[in-house]
Nanobody, 124 residues
């Protein structure tokens, strides 16, 4: 049974940092790309970052490029999202997701499994 569990969310002031973690189980973690998405109140879920199966390729939404870093530890079956210089507009529930294939993917239909999310709130 596939399971994704996010952690590390919380309340932070603008300009601060948070590191999200996502522990994965139920599939061969190192064989698949992973992604982070977010959903703010009354908005659609949007892509944040993705990393391919071996961590060599990463892609980011323009809104977070240069501030967020996605990484993975295949030995620990965990994907991370380091978020720096946070802004109030980064406030959302953040979800990690397991892609269908090895390649980095930016579209939600390319992901099969989702975590329950972790809340990130950035105060101004």
């Amino acid at each position: 049974q596939v399971h994704l569990k996010e952690s590390g969310g919380g309340l932070v002031q603008a300009g601060g940092s948070l590191r999200l973690s996502c522990a994965a189980s139920g599939r061969t973690f190192s064989s698949y790309a992973m992604g982070w998405f977010r959903q703010a109140p009354e908005k659609e879920r949007e892509f944040v970052a993705t990393i391919n199966w071996n961590g060599v390729i990463t892609l980011y939404a323009d809104s977070v490029k240069g501030r967020f870093t996605i990484s993975r530890d295949n030995a620990e079956n965990t994907v991370y999202l380091q978020m720096n210089s946070l802004k109030p507009e980064d406030t959302a529930v953040y979800y990690c997701a397991w892609a269908r294939g090895q390649g980095a993917a930016v579209s939600t239909p390319l992901y099969d499994d989702w975590g329950q999310g972790t809340q990130v709130t950035v105060s101004s």
